[in-house]
């Protein structure tokens, strides 16, 4: 079949690189792709924006799927617009992308349906915001209800700390209008992991476990980023606790979402704190996560585009997902200035003879210039190792990592230490 991955970034380069050896793919196309991504995939300049261009031009060219990567255009309609002429899409429709599209929407499902999160509430005015911030007391997480790039959380150790987060948020507007109407929930505490489902609708087979790093700095430190790094499967999440996830947080929101008149097709993301009361969820998303999916996909085994393809059709079986007996490590290159910003144009050396059966380079933001590399995003590089221990993957990704250089390069090196203490 022909398939089209939709993105440039550092999980689409992955879905890419995964989609391309898939037996049953015979031709791969990237919209609008990456430098990276076209050794692997036809890329094609057409705007993310574009919905109506990208689906006439899948349809010119006789594509079978869409393989949706980044949340804006599937909380647009995106899946929409392309089921409208005839083509499969790997990604929720807009209705469910909502679970991702807006924290408020996401929050009001998972109290109707019983799905254990953490306590909020959500407002439109700052006032009532700040006095139930000075009500509550702090820790206390604020949150915009729609995107912002996975950096729309403020984690709170104070009451002031919380105010000036209402205030950036709903006065100065940092994330536009996402951050017109908020949500402020409890600090719940425990360790964090991810896991990612393949959804058809009804049948929801689950990806192996992943946790992330979101801040900047070694130790958790340091503001929210996209995410620092990623590795899978995590110690935490024991099988114990996965059928808990999949009987009380998986099941019940498609169940949900199904009975509000909501089809939820492609990959669901659930955020989880496991708590001492049990895993809880932190957040939806409503696709493949960055840089869960660099660490989560080299260990699958299978073919990937008929996974994606059997969800697009409702005939999704779980004996489709097999998964490797092997621990994968993802630490994430950044660019000087981020997560503040970013900058461009750092010529990247080191990268000639990274890639093999068990480590490759995820291009999140670069360009070529010259024929060589250069920077051209906050998140530069995901350099992901495959191992047969936790331990050795870790190592092996470090190893890589000390290989590239860029100026001004930020890198965590604690990617996976969480991991580690769960094991003997």
């Not at 990208?54 to 393989?67: C, K, P, T």
Request: aromatic content about 6%; overall charge negative.
């Amino acid at each position: 079949m022909k398939v089209a991955v939709i993105g440039g970034g550092g999980r689409e380069h992955t879905l890419a690189w995964k989609l391309a050896q898939s037996p049953s793919v015979d031709a791969l196309y990237a919209i609008p792709g990456s430098a990276a991504m076209a050794d692997v995939a036809k890329c094609v300049d057409i705007s993310l924006s574009d919905l109506e261009g990208i689906a006439d031009y899948a349809v010119s060219e006789g594509i079978d799927m869409l393989v949706v990567g980044p949340e804006v255009p599937l909380t647009e309609g995106l899946a929409d617009v392309a089921q409208a002429k005839g083509l499969a899409v790997f990604g929720p429709n807009k209705a469910a992308a909502q679970m991702e599209g807006s924290k408020v929407f996401a929050k009001n499902i998972m109290k109707k349906y019983q799905i254990p999160t953490a306590a909020y509430a959500s407002f439109t005015d700052g006032d009532a915001a700040k006095a139930y911030i000075r009500e509550q007391g702090a820790p206390i997480v604020v949150k915009a209800d729609g995107l912002a790039a996975g950096k729309g959380v403020v984690v709170a150790q104070t009451e002031e700390e919380a105010i000036d987060a209402v205030n950036a948020m709903m006065e100065d507007h940092i994330f536009g209008a996402s951050g017109g109407r908020i949500v402020i929930e409890e600090c719940m505490v425990g360790e964090e992991a991810s896991l990612l489902a393949f959804v058809d609708g009804k049948t929801i087979v689950p990806m192996i476990s992943a946790q992330d790093h979101k801040r900047i700095f070694d130790n958790d430190e340091g503001p929210n980023t996209g995410g620092m790094g990623a590795y899978a499967p995590a110690p935490v999440f024991t099988p114990a606790i996965q059928k808990v996830v999949e009987d009380t947080i998986l099941r019940p929101v498609v169940d949900g979402l199904k009975a509000e008149g909501i089809t939820y097709q492609g990959c669901l993301y659930a955020g989880l704190m496991i708590t001492e009361d049990g895993p809880k969820v932190v957040e939806f998303n409503c696709r493949f996560g960055d840089p869960e999916t660099q660490a989560v996909l080299p260990l699958l085994d299978g073919d990937l585009a008929q996974i994606m393809y059997a969800c697009t059709k409702g005939t999704l079986s779980p004996d489709m997902v097999h998964w490797k007996d092997a621990s994968a490590c993802c630490v994430i290159m950044a660019s000087a200035g981020y997560p503040a910003s970013s900058h461009k144009g750092d010529v990247i050396s080191g990268l000639d003879g990274i890639d093999s059966d068990d480590t490759m380079v995820f291009h999140s933001g670069t360009a070529k210039q010259d024929g060589a590399y250069v920077t051209h995003g906050g998140r530069v590089l995901g350099v992901t190792a495959v191992a047969p221990d936790l331990k050795s993957a870790i190592e092996k990704a470090y190893d890589k990592v000390d290989q590239i250089h860029f100026d001004g390069q930020q890198v965590r090196r604690d990617i996976g230490a969480k991991g580690l203490k769960h094991l003997p």
